[in-house]
T-cell receptor
Framework: GQNIDQPTEMTATEGAIVQINCTYQ??????LFWYQQHAGEAPTFLSYNVLDGLEEKGRFSSFLSRSKGYSYLLLKELQMKDSASYLCALADSNYQLIWGAGTKLIIKP | IAGITQAPTSQILAAGRRMTLRCTQD?????MYWYRQDLGLGLRLIHY???????GKGEVPDGYSVSRANTDDFPLTLASAVPSQTSVYFC????????????FGEGSRLTVL
């Protein structure tokens, strides 16, 4: 079967760096997505990794290790507007997305 | 502004009533999806459509039906609502093949009493 885990909640300070981890178990893998969801709003796409390594996109970076079933989202120079939930999702062998429950990130001044 | 529109944004419904959530996109995306989101759980796929005229069952299809008569519209119907269907429902579309990003509507908050 498939399983995807991420921490329920994290707290960080404005201007700092935070790493949100996502671990998964799956028999088939066609990539891993990260989405951002502000409270009461729709999820929006952040990143997609299918090969091992780090993908950098401005203040946000995403890392994947397929052999370890592990990904992380790295947020630098945190801003108050980064307070949101961050959703990890893997594409299985049928390209269906399996979603984690999300990590609520709280940014403190 | 191009995008995906859901209606209604919020609805309170008596158990046993029939309800249709509407979803329209103007991005000419082939694939469309309905998810429900519940506190403490990840998004769960209800039904999907890879192209107009075809639909498929997701992880939690029971109690729901969909149709895809054309590219733009993908309504979700609850034939006889039950309290366990209280949730936030998101419609999404994708035009980038299997690994394309999803574009979500703003969600429909449904409460079944």
């Amino acid at each position: 079967g498939q399983n995807i885990d991420q921490p329920t909640e994290m707290t960080a300070t404005e201007g700092a760096i935070v790493q949100i981890n996502c671990t998964y178990q799956t028999s088939g893998f066609n990539g891993l997505f990260w989405y951002q969801q502000h409270a009461g709003e729709a999820p929006t796409f952040l990143s997609y990794n299918v090969l091992d390594g780090l993908e950098e996109k401005g203040r946000f970076s995403s890392f994947l290790s397929r052999s370890k079933g592990y990904s992380y989202l790295l947020l630098k120079e945190l801003q108050m507007k980064d307070s949101a939930s961050y959703l990890c999702a893997l594409a299985d062998s049928n390209y269906q997305l399996i979603w984690g429950a999300g990590t609520k990130l709280i940014i403190k001044p | 502004i191009a995008g995906i529109t859901q209606a209604p944004t919020s609805q309170i419904l008596a158990a046993g009533r029939r309800m249709t959530l509407r979803c329209t996109q103007d991005m000419r995306h082939n694939a469309m999806y309905w998810y429900r989101q519940d506190l403490g759980l990840g998004l769960r796929l209800i039904h999907y459509s890879n192209t107009a005229g075809t639909t498929g069952k997701g992880e939690v299809p029971d109690g729901y039906s969909v149709s895809r008569a054309n590219t733009d519209d993908f309504p979700l119907t609850l034939a006889s609502a039950v309290p366990s269907q209280t949730s936030v429902y998101f419609c999404a579309s994708s035009g980038g093949g299997h690994t394309g990003e999803l574009f979500f509507g703003e969600g429909s908050r449904l409460t079944v009493l």
